[in-house]
């Protein structure tokens, strides 16, 4: 089958869009204040929080984008 792109270049975009993409959400998910739902000082636990939920919407953000070209490279 002909491809345009080696599947190579998907990993390493996929590599690097991760940073990049859970950095952008972890900077938009700190805009939400939690500090209501926590109890005082624990100022830990919600930029745990934080990091836990844009790590796992990165992962699902990038894997949606890098699927989607990966299979518009499969068809061409």
Known sequence: MLVIVSN?????????LFFVATMFIFKT??????????KPNSGDQIRFLYMVISVIL???????????FEN????L
């Open 29 to 38: 998910i700190q805009a939400v204040d939690l500090a209501k739902v926590f």
């Open 8 to 16: 190579s270049v998907f990993l390493i975009s996929r590599i690097i």
């Open 58 to 68: 990165g992962y699902f953000f990038v894997d949606a984008i890098v699927s989607l």
């Open 72 to 75: 518009l490279n499969n068809l």
